[in-house]
């Protein structure tokens, strides 16, 4: 009886060293692919087309580099897209837009960073508005900063709580801050502004209290760019570089 024991534990034993050798075995017969491949960090564009605009050695520079904008600087603005189709009705039209430009460039003129602020002249202003053409043009007009903006605006009379001749109009400006010497944009933003108008007795029909009521929610989106603008320009410190921003 004591060696039919002996022999069924040296039986269990082999057994079990053959399993162990197996698994082994089937763990070393793993295929490659499966094994663990070491990260690789992608630090330049693979697609052809990129580079063709701008080297990645370039690319690089310019995402690693810091600016220094000018501590007195000359500022122009330049309205990027056509301008409204009510621009120039009416004496009242001509007089309002006056109004809001003036204190669109005032408002600009505050800033310690800017020694002088002016639109752009239309004589210098390129046919194509691509920022490589402004940037030149900027810099044939010595502004060592280009304030670049476009407006959208929408009117809406049709509301339940809307008489017959009231509107509300919305107007979104863009705008982004380039700084002529090395052709970065250090600073955007995106405003949206509203204005509610009621038919007057001095328009002549409800079509101009919807003009009127676009260009004051333009005005409002204009000043408050400029006091971002202003915002942005006096929160640097002197001598100080920076990186583009929202």
């Given at each position: 009886m ?5 022999v069924?534990?040296l ?11 197996q698994?082994?075995?089937?763990g070393?017969?793993v295929p490659a692919s499966?094994?663990p491949r ?10 052809k087309?990129?580079t ?7 690319m690089?520079r ?6 220094q ?10 309205r ?9 009705w ?7 837009n006056q ?18 602020v002016?639109y752009l002249p ?9 920022l490589?053409?402004?940037?030149q ?5 010595q502004?060592?900063?280009?304030l670049?903006?476009?407006?959208t605006?929408?009117?809406y ?5 809307f008489?017959a001749?009231?509107?509300?109009a919305y107007?979104?400006?863009?705008a ?12 955007s933003?995106v ?20 003009a009127k ?13 400029a006091d971002?603008?202003v ?5 640097l410190p ?9």
């Amino acid at each position: 009886m004591r060696h039919a024991i002996v022999v069924i534990a040296l039986l269990a034993l082999l057994l079990l060293g053959g399993c162990t050798a197996q698994a082994v075995g089937t763990g070393a017969s793993v295929p490659a692919s499966y094994a663990p491949r070491a990260e690789v960090l992608l630090q330049d564009s693979l697609f052809k087309e990129d580079t063709a605009v701008i080297s990645n050695e370039d690319m690089a520079r310019v995402l690693d580099s810091e600016i220094q904008l000018p501590e007195r600087g000359k500022l122009a603005v330049v309205r990027f897209g056509s301008m409204p189709y009510w621009w120039g009705w009416s004496e009242d039209f001509v007089r309002m837009n006056q109004e809001i430009d003036k204190s669109f460039l005032d408002r600009l003129a505050t800033s310690s960073r800017v020694k002088q602020v002016a639109y752009l002249p239309s004589l210098v202003t390129p046919k194509q508005m691509s920022l490589p053409y402004l940037r030149q043009a900027a810099g044939r007009f010595q502004a060592h900063l280009l304030l670049i903006y476009r407006t959208t605006n929408r009117s809406y009379q049709r509301s339940k709580v809307f008489a017959a001749d009231e509107t509300k109009a919305y107007c979104t400006v863009e705008a982004v801050l380039l700084d002529t010497r090395t052709g970065i944009v250090p600073f955007s933003t995106v405003i949206s502004q509203e204005y509610s108008a009621k038919q007057g007795d001095k328009d002549t029909n409800f079509s101009e209290t919807i003009a009127k009521a676009n260009q004051q929610a333009i005005g409002k989106a204009w000043m408050t760019l400029a006091d971002e603008a202003v915002n942005y320009l006096n929160g640097l410190p002197a001598n100080a570089t920076t990186r583009p921003t929202q």
